[in-house]
C-alpha cells in the first residue's frame, strides 16, 4: 500500500462533487496528513483496476459505481456492512489487507432529515421514494428502520420499482413516474432519489409534509420550489452528502469530522460555479 494517505471520491462524471472540498476542510482542521481526491475511471473495469491498485486507503464511489462496488467487494471477500447488503450498494470502500464495504447513504440522508427535524416520526404516514437505484435502496432500507411502515417506490421504469416491492417486503409498494400524483396522496415524506423529476401536484401531501431531494445541483430544485409553494418543510440533497461524509471520515481517516462549517464551504463553491 502507498505510504501516502489518500482517498477519493468515485464515480463517472466527478468534476461537480464536492467531497474533496468538504474532507480538504476536516483534513485541515484536524490537522491530519492526507489527501481526498475526485477519481473518475470510465468503465467498469477501470474502476475495478483502481481498486487493486493499492494507491488509495479507501475511496467513497457515487454513481453509476455502487453496484459495481458492491460487486467487487463481494468477490474480494470483504467485510460488509448490514446496510450494503441490505441494499446491494456500496458507497464506501475502506482498502487494505482485509476490504470494508458500506454504505452510509441512509445514515447521511437520515441525519439531514434529523437536522431539519429532530422529533420527525417515521410511522406517521406513507413514504414515496422516487428512483430505484443505490441510492434509493439505501433511502428505502433506512425509513424501514426508522419505522416507516408504508413505503411508496416510484421509477420510470415500473419493473425496477416491482424488484425493490418484492425485495423489501410488506409495506412496500411499486408506482410508474406517471403515477406520482397519487402516490403521494397523503404522504407525509416524498424522497427523491433520482435525477431531476417534472415537479408534480403535492397539495394532496399531508399537512406538515416533509420533501427531499438528494440532488444538489441545482440546490433549490424545481422539486424543493413546489414543495415550499406548497407549505412543506423541505430537506436539500448538500445536507445529506455532509451527513454520508461524516462516517466516511471516520472509517477513512480514523478521526471523528472536527466542527468546522463545511456547509458554508460548499454554498460559496457552488455560487461561484453559478
Not at 439531514?112 to 404516514?125: L, V
Not at 425496477?160 to 415524506?189: K, N
Request: aromatic share 4%; net charge negative; proline share 4%.
Amino acid at each position: 500500500m502507498n505510504s501516502v494517505r489518500t482517498a477519493a471520491v468515485v464515480g463517472l462524471p466527478i468534476d461537480h462533487s464536492l467531497s474533496p472540498l468538504i474532507h480538504t476542510a476536516w483534513l485541515q482542521a484536524a490537522g491530519l496528513q492526507g489527501h481526498y481526491a475526485a477519481l473518475a475511471p470510465n468503465t467498469s473495469q477501470a474502476l475495478v483496476e483502481l481498486l487493486d491498485s493499492g494507491t488509495l486507503i479507501g475511496c467513497n464511489v457515487t454513481a453509476p459505481y455502487k453496484g459495481d462496488a458492491y460487486h467487487w467487494a463481494l468477490d474480494r471477500q470483504a467485510e460488509m456492512g448490514a446496510e450494503a447488503l441490505r441494499t446491494g450498494s456500496v458507497n464506501l470502500l475502506i482498502l487494505g489487507d482485509r476490504v470494508r464495504a458500506e454504505s452510509t447513504d441512509g445514515q447521511g440522508m437520515i441525519a439531514a432529515i434529523r437536522a431539519r427535524d429532530p422529533a420527525h416520526d417515521f410511522s406517521w404516514g406513507p413514504t414515496v421514494i422516487v428512483g430505484a437505484g443505490g441510492a434509493a435502496c439505501a433511502a428505502l432500507h433506512a425509513v424501514q428502520v426508522e419505522g416507516s411502515t408504508d413505503i411508496r417506490v416510484v421509477n420510470r421504469t415500473l419493473a425496477r420499482a416491482e424488484t425493490l416491492s418484492q425485495r423489501f417486503g410488506p409495506g412496500v409498494s411499486a408506482w410508474s413516474l406517471d403515477q406520482l400524483g397519487s402516490a403521494v396522496a397523503g404522504a407525509s415524506m416524498l424522497i427523491n432519489a433520482a435525477s431531476q423529476i417534472a415537479s408534480p401536484d403535492l397539495s394532496a401531501m399531508a399537512r406538515g409534509a416533509l420533501v427531499m431531494d438528494m440532488t444538489y445541483r441545482p440546490l433549490q430544485t424545481p422539486l424543493l420550489e413546489a414543495a415550499q409553494a406548497s407549505g412543506l418543510r423541505t430537506v436539500d440533497g448538500l445536507a445529506m452528502l455532509i451527513g454520508q461524509a461524516r462516517p466516511s471520515f471516520l472509517a477513512l481517516f480514523g478521526c471523528e469530522a472536527p466542527d468546522v462549517d463545511v456547509r458554508s464551504l460548499c454554498l460559496r463553491a457552488l455560487e461561484q460555479c453559478g
